[in-house]
């Protein structure tokens, strides 16, 4: 069998041959990598930026299938809701109810419309149902024409208000407000394109007299849209923030340009391969485009600083630059290629996922980490063997020795008595952040959308229609058989619907709901003359038949489609909510479970669950669901990398810690700030996981290197720390600090999310100074010091010596 | 290369000198960087969290409730009965409690003789009665039905435990036992009565559909049916002494007698909402009826007037009931009405 150090010094010179065949044939290496990146770079220009609805829906999941299935008539999850709002008197106004018509009207020519499904006063569809001698007949209130004269107005509103199903849910009960509900073909929907025409409508029409809201999944996604060049401008920012700060600190132009060219290649390298693989950018991942190209800088930044170390100790010479960068190139490839494999595995586990969008942006991910292979590790290297005078500064300004102090408290932390306060604290620190972060919610966490701040116009028009209405967002839960036509007319459905809902509507966050169960008893009341005792379903089918029989004859082809299908085989209720926290929809689905346990049907089947919320409902279950699977899977593959690259499991548990740090605290922040893990949030943790882990192989790779060199462990770990440690404390101060910039976004997520990087990076950067080389000092690995016995002895030793 | 020396040297060593702790130490640390891997491993593949919601007690009072019937208990409770089987106690001080009942049948009207004896009528002939101050309620047994329709609309008391329900059907039942047994007043025939006026001396006053009315003498045993003074239905009938009294029904009607019953006037008013109750309210010495779309009328031989409970309230109401100096009104929802302002219960 081979010694594990036998093996090593093969694999060292392997990575030697590639470090000189780099070097040697830099012109040809740099020549093919920039004919790929203007390859490349040419697709890149041509990625799709935009959010594709589909791709966020598990299409396996049992919710989703149902939803597939009866969206088209039963209310998909693009349902936009408009609100005119009047602050005096009422909504029974000319001026008013003529913006409610044309809008209305409007909407028809708005693209991928579901010309059936636009409800409001001025539609066909709401109507009144009325006995008379001549039997019963209806008529649409307030359709074709706006009442004429004041009389009209006043049966109008008096037809209103007799109207359950017309008062409450589409004209507030102070009369002050009214709502338009459209929806949208899903296929077809462009979210850019319906926002920007949807506002153009309702621009038409507003001239201030009349309060218009507007809210909806195509809204909220046009809003995202809207501030993408603001997104964009803040992109430039935070690069040129990094640019400068790097400049200042390395104090070269190669420190500035090199991290830039490496985080643009492997972009257009990535956006490239992703535009080839037809896998559309969305705008919210852009978060993780700058995790990502945050890495390719300190990976950079990590090779050019070495580069600068051994420059210092050759002598200066025509082949100073290319000696320098080959030593550099060969030293930082292992702790190099390991981050990178490392992000891109950790990040890998996230394809498990059943949701398109997670694949996709996992592929994104991973194709765009792992040019990080090529971009910072061999490209950095071969553009700093060009360099002609690599001595010099390019301004006077040093800042180095006030960050050299703070790694001289590293050391001194590290070797003193104060590594095992700052390792107990930790361990305290972790666990407590663990067990707080138990409490981290999934799905939103808070009312509104967690995409936007609470006080930006979506939410806040979100809250205003919720206050006033039953709740904008939607659940439709269907009951029925395909192979039971007419089963809805029957007695047990419509018994069964009915106290559904009644049981339903019992949680407060459920503001309403809706069923064919709440059309029949205004039939059957009218057909008493009135009489609200009759106000019920009936008792017997044979009634409820007849009922359902005359409500058929009075209706026009679609009346119907939002309660049932043409068919009766299936029948809908649809639940309104109050907001779209994980909690309510988690407790609303726990609840119509229970329903459906304790109240078991003869005939037909409950589905569960269709709408917006079915939807939300069907992506947190499988969040949750896997949320232990991707730490664990994440964790596990960083554990055997490790072990695999080092031969040691003990490699494998001691690179656990920094990430598991990092990890707690960031999940402990999310719990403390109210951020949910949903399927935005999702990527970004999976992507901390391998992005915890990086600055430690660098340390621990360099003391390694020492120990190899022959140095006391002591030794190793100063120079580990001044040197390793100076390229951690460089780059995490810059992206610490561009990252924070994100804070200014109007979009809520990409600012909560820029804390959460400069938070992640801030604790991996203190777990790689303070702890690593603490931990590493005092349970002294075998994979990094040698043989056990050997380096207690050379590590309690020496010291003894110098006190004599 | 001297230290390289040493690290080789001691380990050599010290291996022999091992002793059985330290070989357990060694063999545990050397398991357990794998027994973790394994570990989390098996927690990747088969840990699945599921989905644990909160729990939501549903409240006495529920948005989908519809209210038909009111008394008031001796102890100054207001009872409601309504939909699902659902009988509410209203404390004065706002306090609700739902009070146990054996059905899920809609509850019409439900009616108090005194500290202990209650009964409640409603939907397919369901008759409850309780003994105990409405701790219990019973089914009561034997209740005379229909072929076609039971619904019991209403339901009258008198001292001695008499009670009258009239209903669906031609359906007017008679119980003497505090609401325990029931009998039929009439044969079955294809009318639905509405409401039954218990006078002294063992008179009745029934109305019902198509604006019919039957008088009796006797509790029932002889009938007499004075000539249809409307064609509509007639809802609700109430006497504040053995002569005066007042009916109202569909479309604003509302009629008058001061025989007892024998003949009627109408009171022409303007309104065209449905009426559905109307209560004597002895304090104020003056008639209050509702309906329909908020619409209240109240009166006394002086004059009447009308208007509607709140601008923005049109729900109707089956039944009114005067506790001191404000009118209890139940139907679409539940509250008050002090003659100025309409206070509802919230769910």
Known sequence: MKSPLALFSREQTMIERIAEFCIRRRAWVAGGLLCLTLVLGWFALHIEVRTVFEDMLPSRHEYVQTHEKFKDTFGGSNMVTIMFEVEQGEIFQTAVLDKVRSVTLGLREVSAVNQYQITSLASKKLKEVRASTAGIESRPLMWPDLPADAEAMAELRQAVLRNPLVYGPFVSKDLQATLITVDFIDQQVDYTKVFHEIRALIDSVDDGSVKIRVVGDPILYGWVGHYLPETTQLVFAALLVTLVMLFVLLRTWRGLILPLLAGLVSALWALGICRLLEINFEPLVIVVAMLITSRAVSHSVQIVNRFDDELELLPPGADTSRIAARIALADLFRPGMLGVIADAACMAVVALSPIPMLQKLTVLAVVWVSTLTVSAVILTPVMLSFIRKPHGTAHPIDCLPLLRKVLDLAVRVSLSRARYVVLGTSLLVVVAAGLYSLNLKIGDANPGSPILWPESPYNRDSAAINARFEGVDRMFVVLGDDSQPGLIKGNEALHAMNSFQRFIEAQPEVGGSLSIADVLPHVNSSLREGNPRYLELGDSGAINGSLMAMLDSVSEPGDISRFADDQYANGSVTLMFRDRQGETIRTAVARVKQFIAEHPLADGQWHLAGGLIGVMAAVNEIILSSQIEAIALALLVLAVLCTLVYRSSMAGMLFMVPVIISNMLTFAFMTWMGIGMNINTVPVAALGIGLGVDYAFYIADRVKEEIAAGRSAEEAIRIALHSAGMGVIVTASVLILSTL???????????????????????????????????????????????????????????????? | MSKLINIDHPSSLRIPRQSAGQRALKTLMAVLPWSIIAGLLWAGLFIKPQPVGGTVTPPALERRDHFYGLALSPGGEVWA???????????????????????????????????????????????????????????????????????????????????????????????????????????EEDVAWNDVAILDGGRLVVVGEFGRILLSDDLGQHWEEPATPVPGSLMSVQFRDAQNGMAVGLEGTLLATSDGGRTWEGVELGVTDHLFDILWIAQQQRWFATGALGRWVAGDDQGWTTGALDERNRAWHTRALAVGSQVWLAGADIGRWDGRQWSELQP
């Open chain 1, 741 to 804: 910039l994100w804070w200014l976004s109007s979009l809520r997520f990409q600012a909560e999310m820029g804390l959460l990087m400069a938070i992640w990076l801030s604790v991996s950067a203190f777990s790689a100074l303070f702890i690593m080389p603490a931990l590493l000092y005092v349970f002294r690995p075998r994979f990094i010091f040698g043989e056990r016995g050997a380096a207690t002895l050379v590590s309690t030793a020496p010291p003894s010596f110098q006190a004599t």
């Open chain 2, 81 to 187: 009965s309504g939909s699902n089987g659902k009988l509410l106690a209203i404390a004065e001080n706002g306090q609700i409690r739902r009070l146990p009942t054996p059905t899920e049948r809609t509850l019409q009207d439900v009616a108090i003789w005194d500290a202990s004896h209650a009964v409640a009528v409603g939907n397919d002939g369901v008759i409850l009665h309780s003994q105990d101050a409405g701790q219990h309620w019973q089914a009561a047994s034997g209740v005379p039905r229909s072929e076609v329709a039971n619904k019991l609309n209403r339901v009258r008391v008198a001292a001695g435990g008499l009670a009258i329900a009239a209903g669906e059907m031609g359906a007017l039942l008679v119980s003497h036992d505090y609401g325990q047994s029931w009998q039929r007043l009439r044969e």
